[in-house]
């Protein structure tokens, strides 16, 4: 402070009304005032069904659950940086969030709270013990009326649930510290490139992986834990029984919260699409990996994690992704017509049906893509069901502390590399009968999502940073 002593003297020629001025006026200065730094809030609510509902993801049940494992959850965690600029993360215990759920929510989100599509990231753990929601995969689905009208009403108090719980975690906001680092385990396989029947016999698996594990530490004013939000690149495809569960991921928050009281653990899934847990299929394995990927997370919340300074950056946009060639009217009736009833027939009736009325079928998709940076650390989240090498090449680009997300904000299929596209099969072409497309993408997708990464990293100040060998 440079105020001189003489000038402090003469205030005794004051009245006291003008000192109790000036004291608060040079108490309320940038001088005095306490650097400003982050504010955190968490909160969660449950989503686990209240009825029998079909469960999502696989093709071959044939009838609703018949209970629970352990409950479904949504939580979100909130941050503000010195600026009072928020972002929130909103993860789900759902197979994933079609486009108009997640376009009515973030809506709603901005219309109760000011938040943008940049500062929202909708993250879902891509479970496949969770219920079927509302116009998403519906040709994979037997559905009757009665079932189709569960749906319908689960996903409108889903959506009335999430937006509700951003709420709580906007009351719950508090001074924090933000921390970040990577860690990393290898349950995660790749599925397109080894054989899941050899899996305990093979001793040198094919690629390609990513098996980082990143984690966001944050703790409150105290020191004490408050929320950890991690992630791993792996379908959540342990389980395929007829109860309700967060399969591995579930397992892995729940083991967190166990071990540390009164925090709240969130997983995001990453580039997963094309990685499987194996071997699979029972309860225990499914604990074992929820234990693996929690002991990873809590080995880098002991460790030294890197600090970050309270500044949030967001950009957010849509670009069009092209379909390759639409199929026509005579392919249509050949697939509707030929082969055993399953959803490669329900999808080409539909498709058909659509060409007889010459309804317009769009060309191209809108894709969500969504940057962010926290002080440093980069923050990517797509759209989809990502393949690894998404995350392998972003990492390439931006260095290999970012952290990659998929099955952000809009989950309308696969979204292969160009390698995929090229070799085929159920990530690069037939998918898009799963999620009801009209065809699969056109070769162009990668490079018009890395561009876009690319410009979108540039808007938020991110620098590139190829790894150098």
């Known amino acids: 402070m440079t105020m001189s002593i003489r000038y402090i003297f003469q205030l005794k020629k004051l009245k006291p009304g003008f000192i109790c001025l000036f004291f608060f006026i040079l108490l309320a200065s ?13 909160a969660r609510v449950n ?55 997640s376009d009515r929510i973030r809506d709603q989100l901005k219309t109760k709270f000011g938040l943008l ?79 899941a029947g050899l899996i305990p016999w093979i001793s040198d698996l094919s690629g390609p992986n990513d098996y980082a594990v990143p984690v966001i530490k ?16 792996c379908h959540a495809t342990v389980l395929s029984e007829y109860k309700f569960s967060g399969d591995y991921p579930g397992f892995a928050m729940l083991e967190l919260e166990k071990t540390y009281p009164g925090t709240i ?55 069009r992704l092209p379909f390759s060639t639409l199929p026509d009217e005579a392919k249509l009736t050949q697939l509707a017509t030929s082969g055993p009833d399953g959803y490669p027939r329900r999808w080409a009736a539909r498709m058909l049906a659509k060409v007889k009325s010459g309804e317009q079928r769009e060309p191209d998709y809108p894709y969500p893509i969504e940057v962010w940076l926290l002080d440093d650390q980069p923050l990517i989240g797509l759209g989809g069901e990502l393949v690894v090498e998404y995350s392998i090449k972003l990492k390439e ?28 099969g159920y990530e690069g072409m037939t998918a898009c009968m799963v999620y009801g497309l009209p065809s699969p993408w056109s070769t162009e997708t990668e490079s018009i999502i890395l561009q876009k990464v690319i410009r979108l ?13």
């Open 457 to 469: 990293a540039k808007q938020v100040q991110i620098p590139l940073r190829p790894i150098t060998l």
């Open 47 to 101: 989503i686990t069904p209240a009825k029998p509902m079909w469960m999502a993801g696989f093709a071959a049940r044939t009838h609703p659950a018949e209970g629970k494992i352990h409950d479904l959850w949504a939580k979100a965690l909130i941050i503000e940086d010195a600026d009072g600029k928020k972002a929130v993360l909103v993860t789900t215990d759902l197979l994933g969030i079609p486009k108009a759920m």
């Open 265 to 319: 653990a969130l997983f995001f899934q990453g580039a997963g699409a094309d990685q499987n847990p194996l071997p699979r299929g029972t309860e225990p394995l499914a604990k074992q990996y929820g234990k693996e990927l929690a002991a990873a997370v809590e080995r880098v919340l002991e460790e030294d994690m890197r600090k970050l300074k309270p500044k949030i950056s967001t950009a957010y946009a849509e670009v």
């Open 397 to 424: 680009i931006f260095g290999l502390n970012t952290f990659v997300m998929g099955y952000c904000n809009d989950v309308m299929s696969y979204i292969p590399s160009t390698r995929i596209l090229r070799e085929g």
């Open 218 to 233: 944050v703790q409150d004013a105290k020191g004490k834990l408050k929320a950890v939000a991690f992630g791993y690149a």
């Open 30 to 42: 940038p001088l005095a005032a306490k650097e400003k730094g982050w504010k955190a809030g968490a």
């Open 117 to 195: 599509r940049e500062q929202i990231m909708l993250n879902s753990s891509h479970t496949h013990s969770g219920p079927v929601l509302e116009t998403a995969l519906s040709d994979i689905y037997p559905l009757n009326q009665e079932q189709i009208n569960l749906i319908n009403q689960y996903s409108a108090t889903l959506e009335t649930k999430i937006v509700a719980l951003v709420g709580d975690a906007i009351r719950d906001l508090e001074p924090a510290e933000l921390f970040v680092e990577n860690g990393v385990t290898r349950f995660q396989v790749n599925r397109r490139n080894n054989n």
